[in-house]
């Protein structure tokens, strides 16, 4: 049976904060396993350029993603991907994990690090022009759009501070909202409002994106009227919310009404053993490099709690 093996560390996970984890727990000679759903790499194999991660130049996502990888298992790191667990058995002193192909694995501790997606408008043309005009990340990409028109759309505080921090770069930012009232912090919509290189086209929403290649125009509704109207835009950042990938945890560990795990200042959970780390906490920025010093804080506190 494959679960005869008790690992020191089960990692659930193989983004950044994942193979971080695997990297610093194999590193401490921990007996190390991540179990990971879909591609090794997680969102980075999804950004086609990384252009802020510290000491590396600009780099392919994927890049990034496979030298964290041979790190991980140089170390001696075990990756089994593309599965999928059944069951969580995480309250006991040894924790269990059940596959949906019926193999079995058990470890003293567990790293939660499930990442998370940005939630799509699910029009026609999003898919498309992801990572040619349609972005999730000002951070990431709002350099890209330099000199460029962008819309941004949402009307929370990631939008309107998001708005504001891409007129550094771009020419002009029409947020798209579609209520009549923002339900960002007073604050935030001001700092939007006084902007000069910031519009707004309020009660809209968008309902398609077109273009030879990139993207180079939107439709946009306006939904008290009903009518339609083309606008030739470079570029559309979408903040419409952040899903964690933690629908498959519910009832297994503590999650807030966000979904997202809650933890304490060293990654803990309530749970004794279980850690958590990266996109899936309840945290407010999510990069590569925070994902990262996540995966560090929560396996070195896995050691720490392997040691008593
Ligand atoms: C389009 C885009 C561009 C971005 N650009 C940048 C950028 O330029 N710079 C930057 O710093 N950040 C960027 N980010 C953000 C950054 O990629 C993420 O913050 C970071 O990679 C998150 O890492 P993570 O390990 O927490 O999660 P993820 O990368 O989401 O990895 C989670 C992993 O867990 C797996 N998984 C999920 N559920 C389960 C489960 N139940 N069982 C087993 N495995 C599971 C997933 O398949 C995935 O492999 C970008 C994000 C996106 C979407």
Same mark, same amino acid.
């Given at each position: ?12 996970? *193989? ?8 990297i ?14 879909? *591609? ?5 194999? =999804?950004? #086609?350029?990384? *252009? ?7 780099t392919?996502?994927?890049? &990034? ?5 041979m ?6 790191c ?11 058995? =995480? ?16 470890? +003293? ?7 998370? +997606?940005?939630r799509? =408008?699910?029009?026609?043309? #999003? ?7 349609v ?9 890209? %759009? ?8 949402g ?6 501070? #998001?708005?504001?921090a &891409?007129?550094?770069?771009? !020419?002009?930012? !029409?947020?798209v909202?579609?209520?009549?009232? %923002? ?9 939007? #409002?006084k ?11 968008? +309902?398609?994106f ?12 306006? &939904? ?23 629908e ?6 503590? =999650? ?32 590569? !490099?925070?994902?990262?010093?996540d995966?560090?804080?929560?396996? &070195?506190?896995? *050691?720490?709690?392997? +040691?008593?």
């Open positions: 049976m494959h679960g005869e093996e008790v690992f020191d560390v089960i990692i659930v996970g *193989a983004g950044a904060a994942g193979l971080t984890a695997g610093y727990s194999a590193r401490a000679k921990l007996s190390t396993l991540i179990l990971n759903e879909g *591609a090794i790499g997680g969102q980075m194999v =999804l950004t #086609e350029e990384i *252009a802020n991660y510290p000491g590396v130049e600009a392919k996502g994927y890049m &990034l993603a496979n030298t964290m990888k790190q991980a298992k140089q170390f001696g075990k990756i089994k991907s593309g599965l999928q667990i059944k069951s969580y058995g =995480l309250e006991g002193k040894i924790k269990h994990f059940e596959l949906e192909d019926g193999r079995k694995f058990s470890s +003293r501790s567990v790293i939660l690090t499930p990442g998370g +997606r940005p799509s =408008l699910n029009i026609p043309g #999003e898919e498309k022009f992801k990572g040619t005009g972005s999730y990340c000002a951070t990431c990409d709002g350099e890209f %759009f330099t000199g460029k028109e962008v819309i941004v759309v009307g929370g505080n990631s939008a309107l501070e #998001e708005a504001v &891409l007129t550094s770069y771009a !020419t002009r930012v !029409t947020i909202h579609q209520f009549d009232h %923002f339900q960002a912090f007073r604050h935030a919509v001001e700092q939007a #409002e902007n000069p290189k910031i519009s707004f086209i309020m009660e809209s929403e968008l +309902r398609s077109r273009g030879e290649g990139v993207l180079q125009e939107v439709t946009i509704e306006h &939904l008290p009227t009903g009518k339609t109207h083309a606008m030739k835009i470079d570029g559309v950042f979408i903040f419409a919310g952040y899903i964690p990938n933690t498959e945890l519910v009832g297994f560990v503590p =999650l807030n009404d966000r979904k997202e795990i809650v933890v304490d200042a060293a990654l803990k959970t309530n749970i004794p053993g279980v850690f958590a780390a990266g996109d899936c906490i309840a945290k407010k920025y999510r990069q590569v !490099t925070t994902a990262v010093a995966g560090t804080i929560a396996s &070195l506190s896995a *050691a720490e709690y392997l +040691r008593s």
